[in-house]
């Protein structure tokens, strides 16, 4: 039973990462109906720039509240920029090209994102592992019997600083302007656009968005596992991308199910049976979601016009 | 629109059938090495790399890319080893020289670098590589030339198997796999280990096997056993599974970038067992990553700068004042390579491959910086591993354990 309740803690921590990377990738394929392969990358660049604004404030292992909030808000702000300028320069101008054109411009983003990295210019990149800081120090707060159940005072914050932004993300996309606006693009850009919605706007506003939330899910995911390193975008954002499927990608709410699902799933997968099914099951999951409801969890399906 | 590109297309294909045609037919007759200028053909007469006054050997090393601090340690000891050797005159009255060829950390380069050193520069003997896979990719060209190689760090069978003409001077994975057992056994008096392997690894897979089932020769139990892939920076789904099963120890024979990793998430967990591991631990990097939750770990290795044997305190003496830094493994093993090939050249009757080929095959007790080497007629070293406890930012050592 123990070890049931540590397993279930493990697999929510997993869980909302997944869920917060995998709120971009839904997002900018809601408005955009494009798979922007460069998430997960622009992750990995959020947490070199929280590792970095770390570095500069000195911390080791310890840290001020003020402090922890500047390296989130940092990452976040420079994420959005960049978020902005990669729609702007690699994504706009192709915009009414055949979508398969914009796929591989992602993935052309991507791949120079993880491996720009990798070059030593300046005080950030490099392609060796670092260890992020403990900008949270950590603390027990739960401990159940003989430490057969542990929880520490990061993983309630990690989880309620995630849940936080999930909440914000729900209030802004179901009731502000911006949110209808942005629901009206995603339902069909053209007619929001006859109805004097600004569209180049609202789409540029979703990316800056979407990275900045990965931003966020980045410097979490490096207070949880630690290591940083510009190859990390890639495996979490490929995870990230099979929540928003298996939730119903362009769905809001699902790629919060789809996320926490995925973490939970391959956390009682390793737990109680082999570990070498993870992620096979994984997939698999993914699979059977998708015979069962093409659309994912939350999507619907379009009839496509002939 | 559609023809023009037929018709490239169909250009390509041609072209490429053509390629292979050249590729497949029998070997040409003896062409001028390209921009080479020696006129010696590869396998031909003469003796190649070697002038009235120098010998030139060649070097393959990853001196860029993910492995470039293998590599640079390597360079570094083989460099020290030669000038070493010039310093005291040389070898049967003449210098040797060595030209050195980056791999980028990649087989493919390493392959090419091979071949550059074999048909370009016309090498006596290759030394190198620290990774298995690029050893492969160079023994592949190297044994079909004729060309003896002598791999420093690469510990996995496969290498020397390709042909009698590729050695090394490290010991192979399954040896590591049982020296830790032993250590676990006799010297821990450890009874229930879990084991925690890399699944896409050949390397971890290999000594996860022989840990595994030398342990439970000698007595022990394995309580559980789970894996893990590489790129994924959370294992407290495999952690908490060996938690529950409540072994005494814990043998992960990863890299140094997942162990630091595994080592704070077990902690974290409120594990307590003991961590063992090979010598894939062996990096500055692991005290970073791993920081106190990896304090009081053991590793296999395959040598220590704490030993206090003469010949190796000079050796860190002589590699410290050269570059600043106490030399870790492979640069230890980088010095043997170059000293074991340099040894065979001095016995061997003649200056012609063939000959040192032989020479190197011979090798017995040589005095080595990483233990006394003998080679076996696999071609493989035969010598103690050392079992180092991980401290506070350094290694300490604990124990040799002989074959």
């Not at chain 2, 049967?92 to 990649?106: A, F, H, L, P, T």
Request: hydrophobic share 45%.
């Amino acid at each position: 039973m123990s070890d049931f309740a540590q397993h279930l803690i493990n697999g929510v921590a997993a869980g909302t990462i997944y869920a917060l990377v995998a709120l971009g990738y839904t997002m900018v394929y809601g408005v955009l109906k494009l798979i922007n392969f460069a998430h997960g990358d622009v992750m990995m660049v959020g947490t070199f720039l929280g590792y970095g604004v770390a570095q500069k404030l000195g911390y080791g292992n310890q840290s001020t509240l003020w402090g922890v909030l500047l390296i989130f808000l940092a990452a976040m702000a420079g994420c959005a920029v960049m978020g902005f300028v990669i729609e702007r320069f690699a994504y706009r101008p192709l915009r009414d090209k055949p979508r398969l054109t914009a796929l591989i411009t992602a993935i052309g983003i991507s791949f120079t994102l993880s491996y720009g990295f990798q070059l030593d210019f300046g005080p950030l990149p490099g392609a060796a592992p670092r260890a992020f800081p403990e900008i949270i120090v950590p603390t027990e707060w739960l401990i159940v019997g003989d430490r057969a159940v542990v929880i520490w005072n990061w993983q309630v914050i990690s989880l309620a600083i995630a849940l936080g932004l999930m909440l914000m993300l729900q209030a802004l996309v179901y009731r502000s302007r911006f949110g209808r606006a942005m629901r009206a693009v995603s339902f069909d850009h053209r007619t929001a656009a006859l109805m004097g919605i600004p569209v180049d706007r609202i789409i540029a506003l979703t990316f800056m968005l979407g990275s900045a939330l990965a931003a966020g899910a980045g410097i979490l995911y490096a207070i949880k596992d630690t290591a940083i390193q510009p190859l990390m975008g890639l495996y979490v954002g490929l995870k990230a991308f099979v929540a928003a499927v298996i939730g119903g990608i362009g769905n809001v709410p699902g790629a919060v199910v789809g996320g926490l699902l995925l973490g939970l799933v391959e956390e009682f997968v390793v737990g109680y049976s082999s570990s070498s099914w993870r992620d096979a099951v994984a997939f698999g999951f993914l699979i059977i979601v998708l015979l069962v409801r093409p659309g994912g969890l939350f999507g619907s399906v379009a009839a496509e016009k002939v | 629109m559609r023809s023009a590109l037929a018709a490239v297309l169909t250009s390509c294909v041609l072209a490429l059938v053509a390629c292979e045609k050249k590729a497949s037919a029998p070997p040409p007759p003896p062409s001028p090495a390209p921009g080479g200028g020696t006129a010696a053909a590869p396998s031909g007469g003469g003796t190649p790399g070697v002038t009235a006054d120098t010998i030139l050997i060649g070097e393959v090393g990853s001196l860029t890319g993910s492995e470039a601090t293998f590599g640079i340690s390597t360079r570094n000891a083989i460099e020290l080893a030669l000038r070493e050797v010039n310093a005291a005159g040389g070898v049967k009255g003449r210098k040797i020289e060595i030209r050195v060829y980056d791999n980028q950390s990649k087989p493919e380069e390493a392959a090419q670098a091979a071949n550059r050193l074999i048909n370009q520069d016309q090498v006596l003997l290759i030394l190198g590589e620290v990774a298995s896979s690029n050893s492969m990719a160079m023994a592949e060209k190297a044994q079909p030339a004729k060309v003896p190689m002598i791999s420093n760090a690469s510990t996995n069978p496969k290498v020397t198997e390709i042909g009698n003409y590729i050695f090394r001077v490290c010991f192979i994975d399954p040896f590591q796999g049982y020296v830790m057992a032993k250590f676990a056994h006799d010297h821990l008096k450890l009874t229930k280990v879990a084991v925690l392997r890399d699944l896409g690894s050949a390397y971890s897979q290999g000594l996860a096997d022989v840990f595994e089932r030398k342990f439970t020769e000698m007595g022990g139990k394995i309580v559980a056993g789970e894996t893990y892939t590489k790129g994924s920076t959370d294992f407290r789904s495999q952690l908490t599974a060996i938690k529950r099963a409540a072994p005494d120890a814990i043998y992960i024979p990863g890299y140094y970038n997942d162990i630091g990793l595994i080592a704070r998430q077990a902690r974290e967990l409120g594990i307590t067992a003991k961590l063992m591991g090979g010598d894939g631990w062996d990096s500055e990097k692991l005290f970073e990553l791993g920081g106190a939750a990896v304090e009081g770990s053991y590793f296999s290795n395959h040598y220590s700068p704490d030993d206090p044997n003469p010949r190796i305190q000079k050796f860190i003496a002589d590699y410290k004042a050269a570059y600043g830094s106490v030399p870790d493994a492979l640069a230890a093993l980088g010095y043997d390579a170059a000293m074991v090939a340099v040894d065979a050249i001095k016995r061997a009757p003649s200056l012609e491959r063939a000959a040192v080929r032989d020479a190197i095959a011979a090798t017995r007790n040589f005095p080595g910086v990483t233990g006394t080497i003998t080679l076996d007629d696999k071609r493989n070293a035969t010598k103690p591993a050392v079992v180092l406890e991980v401290g506070k930012g350094k290694t300490k050592y604990v124990a040799t354990i002989a074959p």
